[in-house]
């Protein structure tokens, strides 16, 4: 049991409170694996071995990004056992960690998925590198970006200033755009946005509150949190509609389409932690993905731990066939050697 049922993980210990990770360590207990909490300030090697790694460093890999270097060391040493150890389940890898927190990049790659056909999309977005208004005036425009859009900051997680965005109207307001970020074009979807928490191959979503409709108009920039807007428990000013949007009928969620979103999101990041957020366009009825997050809250998924354990445990059972199938193959190519040594 030693080596190959044994699980590391780290979270902060926000994280791990706010989740009520005793429930999943006494889970574990029952299924007969190990779990212990790494320690990221000792070597690693001495803390192994494990066949699973299990994580949230999130916060920690956007102060790397950010250049500090306590969080770079420990990133780098991270990285450094993996490479050592091939075998490790880690979930989820830390360059598709990185890859989804770059909010540029984590649009793009959901714009490379083709779920278009299905009537999902994620809204016209560009990257706004500079406070030159004439170039950024460009960039949406060549990106077919249309006002009222969001700016967003470049980097989607690990910090409070990650969160901290607005909403710009028309042109004469372009200089509130925080350079550099990334700018999406406004879906109006009356205010309600769902969640789509996606552990493996399970997922489940929740209602949860957002923003009121907005158009273009000659009115002042909008600066928001993020969490203000679409946590649980939310009052936000900006999430109530107006008299005139109060009769448009809501629509409700089609679960198919969700399932097709959260499978095909799970496969592109090769990622099985994750949470996306999705508006139903008010005008067209499509499915609009505005965020994806790494390893979310999962605020209200039935059987959390359960759904979590069955996730490893058929990683596990995959690597264990794999490495079965490379040992049994290896027969045949032996058989084949020692047939060609002995003519
Ligand atoms: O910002 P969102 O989309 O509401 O999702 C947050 C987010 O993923 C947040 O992570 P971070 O950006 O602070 O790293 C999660 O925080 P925790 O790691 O403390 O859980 C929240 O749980 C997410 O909220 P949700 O689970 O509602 O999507
Ligand atoms: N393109 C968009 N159109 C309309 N509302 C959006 C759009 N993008 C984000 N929102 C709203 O803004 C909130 C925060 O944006 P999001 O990209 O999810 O940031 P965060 O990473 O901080 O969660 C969402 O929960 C949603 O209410
Ligand atoms: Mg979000």
């Known amino acids: 049991m030693y080596s190959s049922n044994r699980i590391a993980y780290w979270m902060s210990d926000k994280k791990l409170q706010k989740i009520n990770w005793k429930e999943f360590e006494k889970i574990c207990i029952k299924y007969n ?48 056992y993996i490479s050592e150890h091939p075998s490790i389940i880690v979930i989820d890898p830390i360059p598709n960690v990185r890859r989804l927190l770059a909010r540029y990049q984590c649009y793009s790659i959901i714009h490379a998925t083709g779920l278009h056909k299905y009537g999902i999309f994620t809204p016209n977005f560009c990257e706004i590198t500079s406070y030159d208004k004439e170039k950024t005036i460009q ?19 690990g910090s409070k200033k990650a969160h901290e965005m607005c909403i710009i109207f028309n042109e004469k307001y372009l200089k509130d755009c925080r350079a550099p970020c990334v700018a999406q074009t406004f879906i109006n979807h009356n205010a309600i946005l769902y969640k789509i928490f996606v552990i493996g191959q399970q997922f489940y979503f929740v209602e949860r509150p957002s923003l009121k409709n907005f158009y273009e108009s000659d009115r002042k920039t909008i600066c928001f949190a993020s969490s203000d807007i ?49 508006v139903i366009e008010n005008s067209t009825g499509k499915y609009g993905i505005v965020d994806v997050n790494a390893y979310p809250g999962y605020d209200g998924f039935p059987n959390l731990y359960d759904a979590l354990l069955q996730c490893i445990i058929s990683k596990v059972n995959n690597k264990n066939q794999i490495t079965d199938c490379m040992i049994s193959n290896d027969n045949p190519s032996n058989i084949v050697l020692n047939h060609l040594n002995n003519t």
């Open 230 to 278: 679409s946590r649980a428990n939310s009052q936000s000013s900006l999430s109530v509609l107006d008299p005139e949007d109060i009769s448009v009928q809501e629509i409700k969620p089609n679960p198919k389409i969700l399932q097709k979103i959260a499978e095909t999101l799970r496969l592109a990041f090769e990622m099985d932690l994750i949470g996306i957020d999705v």
């Open 139 to 157: 960039q949406l425009k060549d990106a077919n970006v249309r006002y009222p859009f969001i700016c967003k900051p470049l980097l989607g997680h």
């Open 33 to 80: 694996f190990e779990i212990f909490k790494l320690d990221l300030n000792k070597s690693l090697e001495s803390q192994g071995p494990f066949n699973v790694f299990l994580h949230k460093l999130t916060d920690i890999i956007a102060l790397e990004n950010q250049g500090d270097p306590k969080s770079s060391h420990i990133i780098k040493a991270v990285e450094c």
